[in-house]
């Protein structure tokens, strides 16, 4: 089986793109599919040790310093800040359109990122990358498989689903 993949920052109509599936992130809310639930997603603040040597004190001290964020998901902050006790605030920041270009940002030194735990362990063991408030914060959404469930399943998508569905399986049950 070959895997082709594409990158699309918002649903699509699976009629008109030829996708027999896609891994979205969200909640489960696109019309006309159906879905495996592969992963939650949790956010932590980092930026490089250049930026904020040490942890800042409170929350709201991110206000100082350049924020990266998601262009699809500006809220983010401001979910951050409210889960800290700094609500009713959406601060501005420099827009990114993939976390893996956000966290190279980061990384060179252009201000604290919200990024997904999952992506950045080694930038984290590394030191690349430092927590600079609180641990992960539980993010909206979570990452699923998802198809039209208007058309018959194909055989390779089956096979994929399923080895996904193992796969989550064991992650989420290691021992067995």
Not at 68 to 89: F, K, N, V
Not at 162 to 169: C, D, F, I, P, T
Request: charged fraction near 15%.
């Amino acid at each position: 089986m070959t895997l082709n993949l594409a990158t699309r920052l918002r649903p699509f109509d699976f009629a008109l793109s030829g996708f027999d599936a896609a891994i979205h992130y969200g909640r489960q809310d696109w019309p006309g599919t159906a879905s495996l639930k592969l992963m939650d997603e949790a956010l932590i603040a980092v930026a490089a040790p250049s930026v904020v040597p040490q942890p800042l004190g409170r929350a709201e001290d991110i206000l100082r310093y350049p924020l990266l964020q998601m262009e699809s998901r500006t809220g983010d902050w401001g979910r951050w800040l409210a889960h800290h006790g700094a609500g009713g605030q959406r601060p501005a920041g420099m827009l990114f359109d993939q976390f893996a270009t956000m966290a190279q940002g980061a990384v060179h030194g252009l201000g604290i990122a919200l990024l997904p735990t999952f992506l950045i362990p080694r930038e984290l063991a590394e030191g690349r990358l430092i927590p600079v408030f609180g641990g992960p914060v539980p993010a909206l959404g979570s990452y699923s498989l998802v198809w039209p469930n208007d058309q018959p399943e194909r055989g390779p998508l089956t096979s994929f689903r399923l080895w996904l569905a193992g796969e989550v399986q064991s992650q989420t049950n290691p021992s067995g």
